[in-house]
């Protein structure tokens, strides 16, 4: 099946930082979410971006569908943005069927 | 924002016991899924359901599992005999197309605890 794999595992931060976060998978793919896993629990949807860039506040993300990688920037960091980033593909002959990376572990401490 | 809504939010059983996770998934998306996380682990598929039937499944959607799309409103997922491992939180989502659009929306989850 195909692999999807986050780098860094873990980052920690000081407040203000920019750090940039990386998926690489290993297939064509018809979409590609980004999703921040907060303290509770909760998934939260940051970005569909199978292909370009798209920018939300302080955070942007690109994807490079030929080159088979994504990259979340988070810019400013603050406290909230703490959690864990995961990214997730979605085959192109599969029903819908989202297969998630790892996680990137975020701290960023005040 | 429209929003997928799970209930109940925690839920604890007892090991063997019957379990249903209730979602109201997003009103005008067709396609909805399940998805449950172990503590500590990735995010796993386990359905896909669209038309009223299932779509795709996980190895780990065995004969335990089932789907039922109850109303035009209500999505669940039942768990026959829960075992140990099944504690997890579990995540319903919802989209409007299969591929394309805006993507998958989750639910914030409910976490089950058997014991």
């Known amino acids: 099946g195909i692999q999807v794999e986050q780098s860094p595992p873990d980052l920690i931060l000081q407040e203000g930082a920019n750090s940039t976060l990386r998926c690489n998978f290993s297939?064509?793919?018809?979409?590609l979410q980004w999703f921040h896993q907060n303290p509770w629990g909760q998934l939260i949807n940051l970005f569909y971006?199978?292909?370009g860039t798209k920018q939300n506040g302080r955070l942007s993300a690109t994807t490079v569908a030929t080159e088979r990688y994504s990259l979340l920037y988070i810019s400013s960091s603050q406290t909230t943005d703490s959690g864990v980033y995961f990214c997730?593909?979605?085959?192109?002959?599969?029903?819908?069927?989202?297969?998630f990376g790892a996680g990137t572990q975020v701290v960023v401490t005040p | 924002e429209p929003e997928v809504t799970q209930t109940p939010s925690h839920q604890v059983t007892q090991m063997g016991q019957e379990v249903i996770l209730r979602c109201v998934p997003i009103?005008?998306?067709?396609?909805f899924y399940w998805y449950r996380q172990i503590l500590g682990q990735k995010v796993e598929f386990l359905v896909s359901?669209?038309?009223?039937?299932?779509?795709?499944k996980s190895e780990i959607f065995d004969d335990q599992f089932s789907v039922e799309r109850p109303d035009g409103s209500n999505f669940t997922l039942k768990i026959r005999s829960t075992k140990l491992e099944d504690s997890a939180m579990y995540f319903c989502?919802?989209?409007?197309?299969?591929?394309?659009?805006?993507?998958?929306?989750f639910g914030q989850g409910t976490r089950l605890t058997v014991v």
């Open positions: 989502a919802s989209s409007e197309v299969r591929a394309g659009g805006v993507g998958a929306f």
């Open positions: 297939d064509s793919v018809n979409n």
């Open positions: 971006i199978p292909s």
């Open positions: 997730a593909v979605e085959l192109t002959d599969s029903w819908g069927k989202l297969q």
């Open positions: 009103s005008n998306h067709l396609y």
């Open positions: 359901f669209y038309n009223n039937e299932i779509s795709e």
